[in-house]
């Protein structure tokens, strides 16, 4: 009787594919959208906006319910997510200008990936350097790591349909038939697809337009939330505690809902090329936004030197979160975050755990086998357990600023710090007219204070400061230790 080997071939190749697996660099995707908030998504609990695709990747991977941008605005979360670091100490102390730009010496993610053999390509937003070469001399994605791109300097503000101002490899493309989502997908599409090395594993970093101001989708999109059910279930949704306009913009909020629902459409064509193209098992994808969602002008904000009336277009939610864009508060920076890793990361899970953004340069070195810098201060950490809903420990809290504007426009604290369950907010002094922005910054600390207990209040309603002075007092310390120190670090750079 003869004996038969193929089932133990058959376990051997089972066997060494598994190891193949285990010891391969993953590949990695980072999608963020623009200005989306926490509450914006079907998984996330909105009842009107429909996220089927977005909503799956939550169903194969983990949802995260305490992640959080970097940032309350679009330049500094972006810089702190490619570094590392919080954006202070590289400079973005608001978005980006002509004196403001993510500097050469800047160790970005993308460096060390493409450094360790990874094809890296960027698309998208960029608004961490002026890509348009003439006006201004600053190093663009090309600069900072990535291998191939194509993207603006900031948003689409002549429209998200047909935008004029794409950069491809350092040479502008004029305009690109389409609307902004749909045209860096179907581009990054083509790169997967025709124009990378196959042999080397890929970085691919795609920030979309949307849901930004202008807020234009395309009618079909607007027409399905054109409807009486809407119009209902819109006076359930909050909008982080922050006053809305006097006059009636309920007409627009169909814009809003469309272009979420468009975005989501456009990443779940991006996650088909994935899986056709057989990349699925061995990709890492992290969906998130930039911030919170915008708020639409306010009375109050019409007088002042906000005069912006496309943001009446704005119907973005932090969901139960108290601030929106801007704010230190849960709703500027705490944003949706899935993470789909199949085989390491359970499928249909969520995760409590805090995960920042500028944890993602560090989450992503040690799972490629990358050494973080250790010249320079990173203030993330390798915060893969949190995917897996295990603890993190913390050795330095997790901090936001928003200090821009003062506290004389706004009406708003300049900061916030994390600390287990509780959270700290600060205001600076209010500054005079006659102080200029930076000296007031590099002269004050922060006096007024308010105290959270997270986890029993997550919408900050409740501040009990008076009752627990000796929290307060040792989180206003470390809090006052990192503010000087970032805030001197991007001051120092900037001189």
Sequence with gaps: MKHSFLPYILVFFTL???????????????????????????????????????????????????????????????????????????????????????????????ELLKDKGYETSFWGKWHLSTLEKGKVNQPGPGDQGF????????????????????????????????????????????????????????????????????????????????????????KTINYGQVARPENDISANKKEYYGTVTQLDDSFGRLMNTIEKLGLKENTLVIFTSDNGPETPVTLEESLGQWDDPIRDKCFGTPGDFRGMKRYPYEGGHRVPGIVRFPGVIPAGTESDILFNGTDILPTICNLAGIAVPSDRTMDGIDAFAAFQNKKVERKVSSIWFYPHHGDTYFRMPQMSMRKDKYTIIGWLPPKADSVNLQTWMATNDPQKLELYDIVADPSQMNDISTQNPEIVDSMKMEMISLWREMRDEGLAGKQ
């Design 147 to 234: 291998g191939y791109w194509m993207g603006t300097s900031v948003n689409a503000f002549e429209g998200p349909q047909n935008p004029e101002k794409f950069v491809l490899n350092g040479k502008p493309v004029g305009t690109v038939e389409g609307w902004y989502c749909d045209v860096i997908v179907d581009k990054a599409g083509d790169w997967l697809k025709n124009i990378r090395n196959r042999e080397k594993p890929f970085f691919m970093y795609i920030c979309s337009h949307e849901p930004h101001t202008p807020i234009a989708p395309p009618e079909e999109y607007s027409r399905k939330y054109d409807n009486p059910e809407v119009d209902e279930l819109d």
């Design 16 to 110: 060494l594919s598994s190891c193949q697996k285990e010891t391969s660099q993953p590949n990695i995707i980072i999608f963020l959208a623009d200005d989306l908030g926490y509450g914006d998504l079907g998984c996330y609990g909105n009842p009107i906006i429909k996220t089927p695709n977005i909503d799956k990747l939550a169903k194969e991977g983990v949802r995260m319910t305490d992640f959080h941008s970097a940032g309350t605005v679009c330049s500094p979360s972006r810089a702190a997510l490619l570094t590392g670091r919080n954006p202070y100490r590289t400079g973005f102390f608001y978005i980006h200008s002509k004196d403001t730009w993510l500097k050469n010496e800047e160790i970005t993610i993308a």
